[in-house]
């Protein structure tokens, strides 16, 4: 029997701790938690995981807020815990290029830390709120993942709280249970459903002296496919390139936010400012006159992309290709979006991932999203990262299990018994 809200405000281990019930501001995909909690130290976080195991309650893990969309529509959530309290920086080897961090930091909090040696963690995903610990469970990034990949692969450890309550870090205690598998690896991306991450050690790079952005407009989806294309092929090493494209049911027109041709590149180089200034140049050369952005403007540009890229009314589709098949990625844009309502790509186009964000009806939504797993040959690893409700309630937002999914379920049974963690949100 679920005991009730005051026997669970009541239990001891809620004593002194920061709890209250949860509000409607609290719901995740229109399930209220019944209770919120912060816990303030890992210690605390232990405990409370060894508590709800004993007691059979759901847990959902929140950080910054910004990814609570992401996922399953959850089956109850029994507590919402906050790691925003726990957010020191607690080491930093700067001669080393490395630092350890409590998850619930912000990654503009690490970085402003960071910056005082000049260095940076270079993981960007959107959201001014976007916690450590969210972009590890996600392994979300945004435009930097061109140049420096996920936060997966810029982790060198990482200290967990286990659903029965124990405090390991990778390489501890807890790999009996999973022999054989990087503790690291298997929380990343796994979006809280293997464990509490309560801190994490990350390599480093040195901060760039100067950062320049190419933006470059095409009318034809052919021509910006071949510009990405040159660009791959140079000797250039671009720190960022997207490409935008929008397509409604009347035709090809600006993305969001933009006026003029259809198809948006935006080719950004890091590093010294001669060195920016002269990688502009030669991108100029291979794909064609464009604008070159600077200083504040550019920040500016790269923050409301940021802001962009992720946001919809509609679902916002995460997938993956072959980055030699843009074009047919780009011609199959423009094919789902002839029919009804919009879809807009945000193209990571230099590594073949990106976002499809499609507004319009709920039936045509979920007729899309199927539309685009069918097509095998041009798209793979088609799932939903964000969507309402209804759409989630018709289609499975994480697609057919694949091969994998006997592995995945065997750690999570052996890391989390009880199947209280992540309320059946996914991916295990």
Same mark, same amino acid.
């Given at each position: 029997? *679920?005991?009730? +809200? ?34 303030? *130290? ?8 060894? /508590?709800?195991?004993?007691? &059979? ?10 990814? +609570? ?13 906050? #790691? ?5 920086? +607690? ?20 970085? $402003? ?11 960007? %995903? ?24 996920? %936060?997966?692969?810029?982790? !060198? ?72 294309? &040159?660009?791959?092929?140079? @000797? ?6 997207? #490409? @935008? ?75 993956? /290709? #072959? ?34 964000? !499609?507004?319009?009806?709920?039936? /045509? ?6 539309? #685009?797993?069918?097509?095998?040959? *041009? ?8 969507? %309402? ?12 299990? =694949? ?7 065997? !750690?999570?049974? $052996?890391?989390?018994?009880?199947? !209280?963690?992540?309320? =059946?949100?996914?991916?295990?």
């Amino acid at each position: 029997m *679920t005991a009730s +809200l005051d026997t669970l405000l009541q239990a001891p281990i809620l004593a002194g701790a920061r709890v209250r019930a949860g509000t409607d501001a609290d719901r995740i995909d229109g399930v209220r938690p019944r209770l919120v909690v912060e816990p303030r *130290t890992a210690e605390e976080t232990a405990a409370l995981l060894a /508590w709800a195991s004993r007691e &059979r309650l759901t847990v959902v893990f929140r950080g910054g807020g910004t990814k +609570l969309g992401w996922g399953r529509v959850p089956t109850a959530v029994d507590l919402l815990v906050s #790691l925003r309290g726990l957010n020191r920086v +607690l080491a930093h080897e700067h001669a080393d290029l490395t630092a350890t961090v409590e998850a619930g930091a912000t990654l503009e909090e690490f970085n $402003a830390s960071l910056g005082r040696h000049r260095q940076w963690l270079p993981v960007d %995903p959107a959201g001014d709120e976007a916690t450590v610990g969210g972009a590890v469970a996600t392994n979300d990034t945004g435009p930097l993942r061109h140049r420096y990949g996920t %936060p997966r692969d810029l982790l !060198i450890g990482v200290r967990l709280a286990t659903a029965d309550g124990r405090l390991v870090k990778a390489g501890g205690s807890v790999v009996k249970n999973v022999a054989g598998y990087d503790l690291g690896r298997l929380v990343s991306g796994s979006f809280g459903s293997l464990a509490a991450l309560v801190g994490a050690t990350f390599k480093l790079l040195p901060m760039p002296a100067s950062s320049h952005t190419l933006s470059v407009t095409f009318h034809d989806k052919d021509r910006a496919a071949a510009a990405v294309t &040159r660009l791959n092929d140079s @000797q250039l090493e671009p720190t960022a390139m997207e #490409l @935008q494209a929008r397509r409604t049911a009347t035709g090809a027109v600006a993305p969001a936010g933009r006026e003029g041709p259809p198809y948006v590149l935006l080719v950004r180089f890091a590093t010294s400012p001669a060195a920016a200034a002269a990688q502009v140049e030669q991108a100029r050369a291979l794909v064609g006159d464009g604008e070159a952005i600077t200083g504040d403007g550019e920040a500016a540009l790269w923050r409301r992309y940021q802001r962009r890229a992720s946001a919809s009314a509609g679902t916002v589709i995460r997938m993956s /290709w #072959l980055p030699a098949a843009l074009a047919q990625v780009l011609a199959l844009v423009e094919e789902v979006g002839r029919t009804e309502g919009s879809v807009e790509l945000v193209a990571r186009a230099g590594i073949g991932t990106g976002l499809l964000r !499609i507004d319009g009806g709920v039936d /045509w939504q979920i007729a899309t999203v199927e539309r #685009l797993r069918a097509r095998t040959e *041009t798209v793979a690893h088609v799932t939903i990262q964000d969507a %309402p409700p209804e759409v989630k309630a018709k289609v499975d937002v994480w697609g057919s299990p =694949g091969a994998e999914e006997s592995v995945a379920s065997a !750690i999570k049974r $052996a890391l989390d018994p009880v199947g !209280i963690l992540n309320a =059946g949100r996914g991916p295990v």
